[in-house]
């Protein structure tokens, strides 16, 4: 007993000397104090519901998307510095349960192709010739729902549901809503980010301009859309290539500790999601792009995303032509791009963004910050910043067994551009 008690003995002390050593004030030692770059503004904080998407337009407005689930609308606009409302309306967010139905026993979510069912991404094209200054909301038409244990799933998808809608923001009205066939976007598909050239002289398109969307697929068919916004025909492109695939039983690690993928009801396993983030180069050759859990970056060129089917070596020439930009030091959560070029990578392993410079062919830190806890979407506005939504994902209760450890509230970040860089702007023409 003697032996015991002193070996218990031992044991408290050093497990207090350690504790006592995570108190590193007064070391000797060069300390990570967590943090470098430009400084960090605190904009907006969200008690209500936590974001995803984030865009920000020319007069200031910063638009939010929320993920459905049982959120009251999808799609909002901040009106203070604590509280953001449904937009452009109420109505045109469906209501909670119009949000999916079934067939014969098998989920589906809703085909209402003109209400708003979980918007993903948003993206802000400026005032054209042609075109006002536009927010575009891709809606993925695939809500989250849970069952009586609380366990989740994603119904699949049906036409009309996924869409792209095109917003005035002179007006804050629909003009344009585009839906995909069954044969484009897959009834496991899942959309998750979107980019634009508008350009009238870009080759392969009717001249109206061209959107490129991300088909993020859990399910293990991850591609390119592309959709020609003056004919509304769609087409896919690189389907399954090995740089859109999720990264091989990886293992990410959010704030010091490992992560496995905690679904209720299912097996412990590895983060799903293949290709995340994109970002079109400022000259609208190269579409950079990445995996979530992968840990390189990767670039094809855009005109053989544009090729169509007409050219039956079109697919074969668009595996052919992409390239690998080499590891960038962590996963990659949503891309940005400035009129310098550089490519801003979200980065949720270390609380920052990257960037990655085409210039000098390799990826710098450009931010870092405890606050920066899962920074899901990012806007390069017009004003020279890059804004970011901060929402805590890895501590959602649909990725950790159905508890819900984030704390309130979330946050728009901002911080300043390098180098007097601002939005893209050389796309819009």
């Known amino acids: 007993m003697l032996f015991k008690t002193i ?191 508008l350009r009238p002289n870009v080759t392969g398109t009717s001249g109206k301009g061209i959107a490129y969307l991300v088909d993020s697929s859990n399910d293990g068919r991850p591609g390119f859309i592309m959709l020609d916004l003056g004919t509304g025909e769609s087409w896919r492109r690189l389907d399954q290539d090995g740089s859109l695939i999720r990264g091989q039983n990886d293992v990410p690690s959010y704030q010091g500790h490992p992560f496995y993928l905690r679904q209720k009801g299912q097996p412990i396993i590895w983060q799903l999601e293949g290709l995340d983030g994109i970002q079109l180069s400022p000259d609208g050759e190269t ?34 032509n992409v390239s690998n930009h080499g590891q960038r030091g962590g996963n990659a959560n949503g891309f940005e791009g400035d009129s310098l070029g550089k490519v801003y990578q979200l980065m949720p392993e270390h609380n920052a963004i990257f960037y990655y410079d085409p210039n000098l062919a390799t990826t710098v830190g450009y931010v870092r910050d405890p606050r920066i806890i899962w920074p899901d979407g990012a806007s390069v506005a017009q004003d020279g910043y890059i804004y970011m939504n901060i929402n805590q994902l890895p501590y959602q209760p649909d990725w950790n067994d159905g508890i819900d450890s984030r704390t309130y509230p979330g946050a728009v970040l901002r911080c300043k551009l390098p180098n007097g860089a601002t939005k893209i702007n050389s796309l819009y023409t």
């Open 7 to 197: 070996s218990l003995l031992a044991y408290v002390c050093y497990a207090l000397a350690q504790v006592a050593h995570q108190n590193s004030s007064g070391t000797k030692l060069r300390v990570d104090n967590g943090t470098y770059g430009p400084e960090i503004e605190e904009v907006h904080y969200y008690y209500d519901q936590w974001p995803i998407g984030i865009a920000v337009a020319s007069d200031g407005r910063i638009f939010a998307t929320y993920t459905r689930g049982s959120y009251r609308y999808t799609l909002g606009v901040i009106v203070n510095e604590t509280a953001e409302e449904p937009y452009p309306s109420l109505d045109l967010n469906l209501p909670v349960s119009q949000l999916n139905t079934s067939f014969n026993g098998i989920p589906f979510g809703s085909a209402n192709s003109s209400g708003f069912i979980s918007v993903q991404a948003l993206y802000i094209t400026p005032n054209t010739k042609t075109r006002p200054e536009t927010l575009w909301a891709l809606d993925t038409g695939r809500p989250t729902v849970h069952d009586a244990e609380g366990n989740p799933s994603m119904p699949y998808a049906q036409p009309g549901g996924p869409k792209l809608v095109a917003i005035s923001l002179a007006n804050n009205s629909i003009y344009a809503t585009y839906i995909f066939p069954a044969s484009v976007h897959y009834p496991d598909s899942y959309f998750n980010d979107l980019r634009f050239d």
């Open 287 to 320: 579409m950079f792009y990445s995996p979530l859990s992968a840990n390189y970056l990767y670039s094809v060129p855009t005109a053989n995303l544009r090729e169509r089917n007409t050219n039956p070596l079109a697919e074969l020439n668009a595996h052919a």
